[in-house]
């Protein structure tokens, strides 16, 4: 024989072989499979023997998952020597069959091998399901469990969650099981992925004077409207120290941002535009538009009206420059308050502002000026900024508006009595913006008249 048939005729006895000897291990596989529940012993030998002889865990694994029988794999992990390639599986499986009685011990294990962040890394799916949160009070007490928790919610965007899984333990009266170092280093961390108000965290665990922290406690006071405070603190003159500065920059704290807003907030737009110059991220605000609302507030008309050309977006130019020549009786701004209606991917901010000016103009132009007034009034005091947006909490202005318009019209119609029900509705409704609002009680008031 030649050499060369000598060779194909080698590699395909080989082959032939090997696939009747991987025919046999399946029927191996098949067989302890099907005598797991009446001889678990003798299943798991047969598994042990496969193993030795095809020493490879992805074989059996999808062999027995195809036949849905978990629990014969998780006990036979159980009984190989632990390895790299076996640990992993190990969590997965006790994962997938709701199995935590040796969790502790098997994290521990897997750190042998692998670090805390690649166990999030992998089974961040498993940790942030709802089901397994009780785990998390279990072994409250295990740094490491902490650790794995607060990354795998980190990594999986649900940062709120997790807060509520830590105030949970002052309902559970666990809390004290859980150390301030620990919750200190995730409300860093978990502060690049989003800011929010950590103010009852900070509390819980005894936080709230940490000077590491204390750029995100007055982000909180920020978040829940504390502008006075805010303001207070800033003249103390300790806000913008250089260990503070390099803080709030390393963990994105805007804060000439959120001390420029307060001082908005509390009408001292000069301040606020004083700071306006040093915002930290200027890239992740519209600054014009601040500037602009500052502007507006002390009637500075003619610098309000140039910082709409340098605002970043074309719904923010059309809606306030229509808004300011409305306010100086310019007929042309009517129709750049349609245009910006009729846009067909327009921004909400400004519908319920925009379908109020229209209704008005047409409807009943004697009140324009009062409508503006309120308009004004609402961006100075009620207007959203970036950093305090909240999407539950949005309304829907067609629902306002058209309340409005129903109570108008029927006002009109002299049906006052009607109307003042509808108005009345608005009025003490908590969902009614504020805009709406005030001008619902200023129709109420009117309907009132002789």
Do not use: H
């Not at 922290?213 to 103390?236: H, P, R, T």
């Amino acid at each position: 024989m030649k050499p060369k048939q000598f060779l194909l005729s080698a590699i395909l006895a080989l082959f032939l072989f090997q696939s009747i000897s991987y025919a046999d291990f399946l029927e191996d596989i098949d067989q302890a499979s099907d005598t797991y529940q009446n001889d678990k012993k003798k299943a798991l030998k047969t598994l042990i023997q496969v193993y030795q002889n095809q020493p490879f865990l992805s074989l059996i694994k999808n062999r027995l998952f195809s036949k849905q029988n978990y629990f014969l794999y998780r006990d036979f992990l159980y009984e190989i020597p632990l390895s790299r390639e076996s640990i992993p599986e190990i969590i997965e499986i006790n994962f997938l069959t709701e199995s935590y009685a040796s969790l502790s011990t098997d994290i521990s294990n897997y750190l042998v091998y692998y670090t805390a962040d690649s166990f999030a890394d992998r089974f961040a799916d498993f940790i942030t399901d709802e089901k397994f949160s009780p785990q998390f009070y279990s072994n409250k007490q295990s740094k490491t469990i902490f650790s794995i928790f607060s990354k795998s919610y980190i990594k999986k965007e649900k940062v709120r969650d997790f807060d509520r899984l830590l105030l949970n333990t002052k309902t559970l009266d666990v809390s004290n099981a859980i150390y301030p170092d620990w919750v200190k280093g995730y409300l860093l961390e978990s502060s690049l992925f989003l800011q929010r108000d950590v103010s009852e965290i900070l509390k819980m665990v005894n936080l709230t004077n940490d000077s590491v922290l204390k750029d995100l406690e007055i982000l909180s006071d920020f978040i829940n409207g504390a502008y006075k405070k805010i303001v207070s603190e800033n003249q103390k003159n300790l806000l913008f120290s250089p260990s503070r500065q390099a803080l709030q920059k390393k963990y994105q704290i805007d804060m000439p941002y959120i001390v420029a807003c307060s001082y908005f907030r509390e009408s001292n737009y000069s301040k606020a535009l004083e700071y306006s110059e040093d915002f930290y991220f200027p890239e992740k605000q519209d600054i014009s538009r601040f500037r602009f609302l500052c502007y507006l507030g002390s009637g500075n008309v003619l610098s309000a009206k140039w910082e709409i050309l340098n605002m970043q977006s074309p719904e923010d130019k059309a809606f306030y420059s229509g808004v300011m020549e409305l306010m100086e009786n310019n007929s042309n701004g009517i129709m750049k308050i349609e245009n910006y209606l009729a846009a067909s991917e327009k921004k909400p901010d400004f519908v319920l502002e925009s379908m109020l000016i229209a209704f008005t103009y047409y409807k009943n132009k004697t009140d324009l000026s009062k409508v503006l007034d309120e308009i004004k009034k609402s961006q100075l005091f009620q207007a959203e900024l970036p950093a305090l947006q909240d999407e539950s909490k949005q309304n829907s202005p067609a629902k306002d508006f058209l309340k409005y318009q129903k109570a108008i019209e029927l006002s009109r119609k002299n049906q006052k009595e009607e109307a003042k029900k509808i108005l009345l509705l608005i009025i003490s409704s908590s969902e009614s913006s504020p805009l709406i609002k005030n001008m619902a009680v200023y129709e109420y008031r009117k309907t009132e008249k002789p």
